[in-house]
């Protein structure tokens, strides 16, 4: 049932009020409502604005108004049942809703009965009731007493009651701006209502802004700011029914009177929404900054490619050979170092020790990989005559559309427990008959065809780790490129691992090479250099540094050669004391070797093909991977971006060149020499800038002329005045006049007089320099450095709005044309925007 | 996708679009609408999106613009969005229906001064730019209901301005520190560049930061050192609200700026960048107090943070 309410006129009550105060002085302190204009005035006809309840059948009339004493009111909430303090005068004093049986009524609906709630009432004709009769009277229509008696900033209270079970709580709901909000129940102490029926009733009911939702909030708060530039009336912003009736809460006739300023409660549902966007803070901003930025992708650029181990996975043939739930993790911690500087175990920091059935780990991966510039992952591919194994994330890149471009290379070597391929101890075995090789390059074609597959002109580009275990290389591949061919690809692009010593691919049908650091690289052993190595250590240790050096010294191939780098390497994790160290690596040596391949692929490869291979992405069990670990985070990752850089591409192509080579007028070498020095004074200067400890100031901010019909000027009020502690340095107290050059900086430190003005560091001050023979500009400058000076208001006896008054200032005279110029200082003036208010220094300033 | 930067300036007089989004604001609409009709610059496309204000806006300007006065531009688009769908998301379609090589937006309580367009064109033709703004004049009309707190960020609005512009080495810079450009209305953009940013991000206050400072990849932008763009403080725009989110904002802003220029070198050689400006920006970033951002995007990790060794993070 609906029922439109309507507020009843009430007549005040004046003079039992005025009894309160005057009988009860105690009263009036602590009732915060005791000298509040007559509650009972005549109450305006309230048309209900929530929509809801627009479609009204029914009238329901509930005149009320708010007892006038509600006792103890900041406090009633949480009075103690034996507190309660409601006396005669409270008594007297109190007023409460009354509601006036409908006359006419179609539904009528007595008291006593199970659902009193939808009773629909209607205004008397005439002669209100007295209401404190009427609250005497429960037997009188209607079944409800009730009012909204404060709204104070979200602090809603109230009470009511049912006539037929005063002692039982009523259920209400509670709507702002038609929004529900929340549902709560009469529970607190109402002393004075409590007086009034004579029975500890408890009928206060109370709500704050803690009950408004996060969303709820929102979208009040959108409701409200649209109306937030008038005042508006409690009605159409508050509503209070009764549970499961569409009994409204009448207000008191002082919050009818009140027109709410909106903008004053909207900080509170602010508040709301910002505790909420607190807490979602992180995941807010990760989805704003993570939002696509559009690439632009430079064909001709260099593309990184590393080689990427689908492992990091338990599946049946390990957990088989090596025990449940292996992984290469369980190698990777186990590492130990066997002198002090080896660098075990390598701990994984931003992914952890992942697992790769987290297909989230494989996107983060690559999204790691591309801003550091990787154009792609080369994932070795386990296929063992028609057995795949570890494909999952391969299979998952192609179906999920990864956006990382990738390439195949086939692990075509035995799988053996000694991870290196040998004949001995074989878990699983590659057969290479022809047969075997057809189905391969069939196998392959699924991931050909997908968007993301690297290719050379077209033609996919495929890896084969040990091309020389195949029967018939030459016939396999070109037996591949036809198959490939009638896929409709225009070619296949067949490039060899340079492992175990391969090094022409010519010589194997194939159609580039692709280095495979560590192998094929030249460095001598340096196990005698190592200070306090385990003497169970039975392995080798080389070199980084030689390797680097071996490598950026190796001539260029007669085929072509995509250049391959590792970051570091180290297989003890493995193979414990009979494993292999790359010793001394380091991402500044990384990045020296990366640079000089990415410009060595810029020289000798076709822009198509401009790879440059990373051993490896993730060979953690090899020490060998770009992924951040503990030590070095993100820094060899960091090596890869800066190696692709133009500056270092320019550099690398310099040193490439012989010195003696001319360029114009000058020769390679002296451009050389000039780049050398520039970077030194650059390493030099930052060096210094670190040194500083931050400390390092400002640029001078220059003056700059501003027209005059900019601003207007009030007239220097008497006794006002700057004091400038220094000059450039030189105490300024006493200077009148002073020369400075053009290319010198003005730098001031003082104070500023003028007890009138507010000098709050939001309002801006500027220094200005103004022509003492022209006018229609003057030069500004901003001062950014603004100082409190207790020591000034203190002893000067200044008040509070002062304290702002210390300033210092570094400003460039560079723009200013030479002239004699007196210095000013001007304040804004608080609440207007456009008076500036001049404060002189009375010195004069001579630019020369 | 390739840019070219400044390809706008082959035409001689290239079609400027003014993109005006419009919510409730029908008494400031004329001021507003005819203040674009005054400019000097001929070749200008009117694009009026409604976001369903709740006032008579959408009448008031579609039936002015069916009027022969509508006849001055080059071309007129009114529309009107079913749901209010907030600044953001009606610029960007706005510009969508956009023709023109330049576009700009304007705040339909906000003015055009006199010239605006004709200057900040022929800056940005002759600075071979993108991106343009001038200074801003702001008008108080609160009619005293301003607090002084409410007022002084707005107080010789242009002057500071001016002085802010001035202050750093570069306009790139300046930016940096903060947003000299201060309101979307304020800056005329070609659509290549918009294109290659990728619009306005859906951000409360920041969208014109974001997109000035994206743009900074590409070109320096040019700055005409006149107030030639008339922001009107008024009571409906006093309660800013959701002030809160002003934080997060400023985070998404510089660490996607931070992104930017650290994952690609940019094009504009005065971009501040650690490439273009090595150890200067650094020092520069870390002056400002965003060296956490700046760190978060270098991948060297916080102070706070556990997952690497104490002496790399």
């Given at each position: 049932m ?20 005057d ?16 509650d009972?005035?005549?109450l ?9 309840y ?15 004493v509600?006792?103890?009111?900041d ?17 007297s004093?109190?007023?409460?809703i ?7 009524s179609?539904e ?22 007295s ?10 229509a ?6 909204i ?8 209270r109230?009470w009511?009651?049912s ?9 209400l709901?509670?709507?702002?701006c ?31 802004a803690s009950a ?7 979208n009040?708060?959108t ?9 508006q ?6 509503t209070?029914?009764?549970a ?6 009448p ?23 910002a ?11 990760d ?8 690439e ?10 590393a080689?990427?181990?689908?492992q ?11 025990g ?19 660098h ?6 931003d992914?952890g020790y ?16 591309k ?7 080369c994932?070795y ?16 890149h ?16 035995n ?14 075995a ?21 968007d993301?597959?690297?290719t ?12 020389s275990?195949?029967q ?20 296949l ?16 049908g ?6 495979f650091p ?6 001598p ?5 190592i200070?306090d ?10 070199d ?30 493995r193979?414990?004391?009979?494993g ?5 690596s ?6 020296a070797w ?10 000798n ?7 440059v ?9 090899e020490?060998?991977h ?92 008497a ?5 400038l502690?220094?000059?450039n340095?030189r105490p ?7 020369f ?16 009138a ?8 001050v500027f220094?200005s ?18 100082e ?15 304290v702002?008054?210390?300033f210092?200032?570094?400003?460039a ?18 609440g207007?925007?456009k008076?500036?208010?001049?404060v002189?220094?009375y ?5 020369s | ?31 507003c ?20 204000s709740?006032d008579?806006s ?13 006849q001055r531009?080059n071309r007129v ?6 749901k ?14 956009a ?12 003015q ?20 343009g703004?001038s ?5 108080d009309?609160g ?6 707190e ?17 202050r ?17 209305g304020?800056?005329?953009?070609s ?11 859906p ?5 014109d930061?974001d997109f ?29 609200g959701?002030?809160?989110m ?68």
């Amino acid at each position: 049932m609906t029922a439109r309410i309507n507020i009843g006129s009430e007549t005040s009550d004046r003079q039992t009020r005025g009894a309160v105060s005057d009988d009860s002085p105690c009263l009036k302190t602590r009732y915060k409502y005791s000298n509040e204009e007559a509650d009972c005035a005549v109450l305006p006809h309230l048309a209900i604005r929530d929509v809801s309840y627009r479609a009204a059948t029914k009238d329901c009339i509930v005149r009320g108004c708010r007892p006038n004493v509600s006792g103890r009111n900041d406090d009633w909430g949480y009075d103690e049942v034996g507190e309660t303090r409601a006396d005669a005068t409270a008594h007297s004093d109190a007023k409460q809703i009354s509601a006036e049986e409908t006359q006419g009524s179609k539904e009528k609906t007595s008291h006593g009965k199970a659902n009193p709630g939808a009773r629909a009432i209607r205004l008397p004709s005439s002669e209100p009731e007295s209401p404190l009769k009427n609250l005497k009277d429960l037997y009188a229509a209607p079944a409800w007493r009730g009012c909204i008696d404060t709204f104070d900033n979200w602090d809603i209270r109230g009470w009511a009651l049912s006539t037929d079970n005063v002692m039982g709580s009523v259920g209400l709901d509670i709507f702002l701006c038609g929004i529900h909000v929340t549902s709560t129940t009469t529970r607190y102490n109402r002393p004075d209502i409590d007086k009034i029926v004579g029975l500890p009733i408890r009928a206060g009911f109370r709500i704050n802004a803690s009950a408004i939702s996060t969303e709820a909030a929102a979208n009040i708060f959108t409701q409200l700011k649209k109306i937030a530039d008038t005042p508006q009336i409690i009605g159409d912003i508050l509503t209070i029914k009764i549970a499961d009736t569409d009994i409204i809460l009448p207000f008191t006739g002082k919050l009818l009177a009140e027109k709410i300023e909106v903008s004053k409660i909207l900080p509170v549902l602010d508040a709301i929404i910002a505790s909420q966007v607190r807490n979602e803070y992180i995941s807010v901003r990760d989805q704003l900054i993570s939002l696509p930025v559009p690439e632009e992708d430079d064909t001709s650029e260099v593309k990184p490619i590393a080689f990427y181990l689908p492992q990091f996975h338990p599946f049946p043939e390990n957990d088989e050979w090596w025990g449940e739930g292996f992984t290469e993790w369980t190698n990777v911690v186990g590492a130990k170092p066997f002198f002090p500087t080896h660098h075990q175990p390598h701990i994984p920091a931003d992914f952890g020790y992942y697992d790769l059935r987290v297909e989230d780990v494989q996107q983060k991966q690559i999204d790691l990989a591309k801003r550091y510039g990787i154009k792609g992952f080369c994932y070795y591919y386990y296929w063992f005559s028609g057995k795949k194994l570890m494909t999952m994330p391969i299979d998952r890149h192609v179906e999920k559309n990864l956006d990382l471009d990738f390439c195949l290379c086939w692990a075509n070597e035995n799988w053996s427990r000694r991870w290196d391929g040998s004949e001995s101890d074989v878990l699983i075995a590659q057969r290479h008959v022809e047969e075997d090789d057809v189905e391969f390059i069939n196998s392959c074609i699924e991931y050909f065809k997908s968007d993301k597959y690297i290719t050379v002109d077209g033609a996919p580009l495929l890896l084969v780790y040990r091309i020389s275990l195949l029967q018939n290389p030459e016939a396999t591949v070109a037996r591949w490129r036809k198959i490939v061919k009638s896929h409709g690809f225009p070619d296949l692009h067949v490039s060899m691992v340079e492992s175990f010593g391969l090094t022409d691919p010519n010589a194997y049908g194939c159609d580039s090479s692709c280095q495979f650091p560590p192998h094929g690289v030249v460095a001598p052993e340096v196990n005698h250099k190592i200070k306090d190595l385990d003497p169970a250590y039975r392995g080798k240790i080389y070199d980084y540094k030689e390797v680097v050096r071996s490598e950026i010294a190796r001539p260029a191939a007669e085929y072509i050669q995509f250049r391959c780098a590792m970051p570091s390497w180290d297989n003890t994790s493995r193979k414990g004391k009979d494993g292999n160290v790359f010793a001394h690596s380091s991402p500044e040596l990384f990045e020296a070797w990366m640079s000089y391949l990415c410009a060595q692929a810029r020289v000798n490869l076709p822009s198509s093909s401009r790879f440059v291979f990373i051993n490896a992405w993730n060979e953690w069990a090899e020490g060998a991977h770009l992924e951040p670990d503990a030590k070095n985070a993100h820094a060899f990752l960091n090596s890869v971006r800066r190696s692709l850089s133009h500056d270092r591409g320019l550099v690398a192509s310099l040193d490439s060149l012989p010195d003696d080579e001319e360029i114009g007028a000058v020769t390679v070498g002296d451009i050389k020499s000039l780049v050398q020095k520039l970077a030194n004074a650059n390493q030099q200067l930052q060096g210094l800038i670190r040194n500083h400890g931050g400390s390092v100031a400002d640029r001078a901010s220059p003056f700059v002329a501003v027209d005059k019909s900019w601003f207007e000027v009030e007239t220097i009020t008497a006794g006002d005045r700057v004091w400038l502690d220094n000059i450039n340095g030189r105490p300024g107290h006493d200077t009148k006049i002073e020369f400075f050059s053009r290319q010198q900086t003005l730098t001031l430190r003082g104070w500023i007089h003028s007890p009138a003005m507010l000098l709050s560091p939001s309002l801006p001050v500027f220094v200005s320099l103004s022509p003492t023979d022209r006018s229609g500009f003057s030069y500004f400058a901003k001062i950014y450095d603004r100082e409190r000076r207790e020591d000034i208001i203190n002893s000067l006896n200044l008040s509070e709005s002062s304290v702002w008054c210390g300033f210092s200032i570094k400003a460039a005279l560079n723009g200013v044309e030479p002239g004699r110029y007196s210095l000013q200082f001007l304040l804004s003036k608080a609440g207007d925007i456009k008076d500036l208010v001049p404060v002189p220094t009375y010195i004069e300033l001579v630019v020369s | 996708m390739t840019y070219n930067c400044a390809g706008w300036t082959d035409s001689e007089q290239p079609l400027v679009s003014v993109v005006v989004p419009i919510y409730n604001h029908e008494e400031f609409l004329y001021e507003c609408l005819n203040s674009v009709h005054s400019q000097d610059y001929d070749n200008i496309e009117l694009i009026v999106i409604d976001d369903s204000s709740t006032d008579g806006s959408f009448a008031f300007a579609s039936k002015l613009l069916r009027t022969p006065y509508g006849q001055r531009f080059n071309r007129v688009y009114v529309s009107r969005n079913a749901k209010n769908r907030g600044a953001h998301a009606t610029i960007n379609e706005g510009i969508s229906k956009a023709k023109g090589e330049l576009i700009t937006v304007i705040n339909s309580d906000d003015q055009f001064l006199p010239g605006r367009i004709t200057s900040i064109v022929n800056a940005m033709r002759e600075k071979r730019s993108d991106v343009g703004f001038s200074l801003v004049d702001v008008v108080d009309e609160g009619n005293g209901t301003f607090t002084a707190e409410d007022l002084a960020p707005f107080a010789h609005f242009k002057i500071r301005q001016l002085l802010n512009i001035n202050r750093d080495i570069t306009t790139g810079f300046g930016l940096l520190r903060q947003n000299l450009a201060v309101s979307t209305g304020n800056i005329v953009f070609s659509k290549n560049i918009y294109d290659e940013i990728g619009g306005f991000l859906p951000l409360k206050y920041c969208h014109d930061w974001d997109f000035v400072l994206q743009s900074l990849f590409y070109c320096e932008p040019a700055v005409v050192l006149q107030p030639l763009y008339s922001y009107r403080l008024h009571p409906q725009n006093s309660f800013k609200g959701l002030s809160h989110m002003a934080e997060v904002e400023t985070e998404v802003v510089m660490r996607r700026f931070f992104r930017r220029v650290i994952d690609r070198e940019p094009l504009n050689s005065l971009c501040p960048s650690p490439s273009k400006w090595p150890g200067y920006f650094e020092t520069f970033v870390g002056q400002k107090g965003m060296s956490r951002f700046y760190d978060r995007e270098m991948g060297r990790g916080l102070k706070s943070w556990r997952i690497y060794d104490r002496d790399v993070a």
